[in-house]
Each structure stands twice: as structure tokens, then as C-alpha cells.
């Protein structure tokens, strides 16, 4: 096999969730653009349907399935669905997550574990529907890649709920992975400053953005498609001695400038 044949995938089955538009959408199209059919899912119907459009035109199948996966029963559903649609299933894609920042105090029980369920619980539930059906299937790669955060391993003010939830999904991919082992990869992606509708609540003023820029080594926020291209290695025979480890996208930044001009603890 050609190194570049080792990017391929060909007939495979991949579920994306939070697909309607940013990192999932761009991470959805790439896949097809490797070769496998894909099952989308969002909240918001008219967006997936832009993003089914795009892989159809490529050539592969879409289907897309407008969700609350807050709902663990839906994200769950996502498996069988995606099996008895396309008669196989290869790749999981934990992309729906993210917590809206939050003073200190302000983080009271229920606003905590409302992050954890939204970025942890729902990753589980998917992919433990998943996995049976995966082992199924016929042979070949098989993954589970989760979407985490740099705040999961960097401190900044504000960010306390979803970088303790983005922390617990990165070794909860470690921890599945070693479960899951030899028959399942499981790794995640602390992504760094990528340009999306979550990162738009920070890099809406001007001088944060620029903040944002000059604090990553390589001097710009991150494009959806960066994180795209890393899911596609994890994902295919490419990545197939990777497993239990988190990959950094992040510009090489090791300490985000994301001040929120929240007020002092006083």
C-alpha cells in the first residue's frame, strides 16, 4: 500500500456529530473526500443539508439526522441508524460539545455537570452503541476519534466547566482506548484557536482576535479544515498504530491569551 493509499477509505462508514457547520462539517466532507459515506447529525436541519449536498457532490452517500444529542438516546440511536443504512460502521466522530464561559461563582453544581454531560456523557453513549456494531462490520479500520480542547490542558479564567469536561473526554479516549484495544483505536484532539461559531463569542472584538493571533506560534487562529485533515489520519490505515493519545492542533500555543474581562473575585 502507497502512503497515500493509506489515507484512503474507501466504503467505509463514519458518523460525525456536530456536523452542521465548523470543524464537524469540514471534518464530514473530508472524510467522504478519503472515500466513505457518512451519517451527519445536528440540531439544525438546513445546515446538514448544505453539508449532505457537499458530500454527494464528491460521490459518497449522506445521510444526515437532525438531533438534540444533548439527548443520549439520540446520539445513541446514531449507531444503529448509520449500520442499518449503510450496512456497516467504521469511524466515530465525537465532534458535539462546548460550554458557554462562566465566572467562578457563577459555576454552580448544575451548570458543571451540564458540561460534563454535554461534552463526555454524549461522546459514551454514541460510542458505546457504536462499538458492537463496529466489530460487526467487515474488516478494516476502526476508530473513535473525540473532539477535546488545549483548555483541557491549559488554565484560563472563565473556562473552568468545559476545559474540566474537555480534560475528562481526553483521558476518557485514553481510558477506551486501552478497552477497546487491538480491535478499536480511540484517540482526541485538543484543538487550539480555530475559527468557528464557538470561537466567535471570544474573537468577536477585534483586539482579542489579534491576542489570539500573536499568542500561537504560528501567528493565525486555525481553520476547521487543520482539524479536519488531522481526523482523516486518525481515522485511516494511516493512523493504525495510533491509539489512547491526544493530538495537539493548536499552533503550537501553550498558553492561550483568551482574557474575558471577567470581573475580580472580590
Known sequence: MSILERFRLTDHVAIVTGAGRGIGAATAVALAEA?????????????????????????????????????????????????????????????????????FLDTDVAYLEEAFHFNVTTAHALSRAAVPLMLKGPEGEKSITSISSMLGRTAARGYLAYGTAKAALAHWSRLAAADL???????????????????????????????????????????????????????????RFVTGKLLEIDGGIQQPNLDLRLPDLS
Open 35 to 103: 472515500g466513505a459515506d457518512v451519517m451527519i447529525s445536528a440540531r439544525t436541519g438546513a445546515q446538514l443539508d448544505e453539508v449532505a449536498a457537499r458530500i454527494e457532490a464528491i460521490g459518497r452517500r449522506a445521510v444526515a439526522v437532525p438531533a438534540d444529542l444533548a439527548d443520549t438516546a439520540a446520539a445513541a440511536a446514531l449507531a444503529t441508524r448509520a449500520f442499518e443504512t449503510f450496512g456497516r460502521l467504521d469511524i466515530v466522530i465525537n465532534n458535539v460539545g462546548g460550554t458557554i464561559p462562566n465566572t
Open 181 to 239: 484495544a487491538p480491535r478499536i483505536r480511540a484517540n482526541a484532539i485538543a484543538v487550539g484557536s480555530v475559527m468557528t461559531s464557538a470561537l466567535e463569542y471570544v474573537a468577536a472584538d477585534p483586539a482579542t482576535k489579534q491576542e489570539l493571533e500573536t499568542s500561537t506560534p504560528l501567528g493565525r487562529i486555525g481553520e476547521a479544515e487543520d482539524v479536519a485533515a488531522a481526523i482523516v489520519y486518525l481515522s485511516s490505515p494511516a493512523g
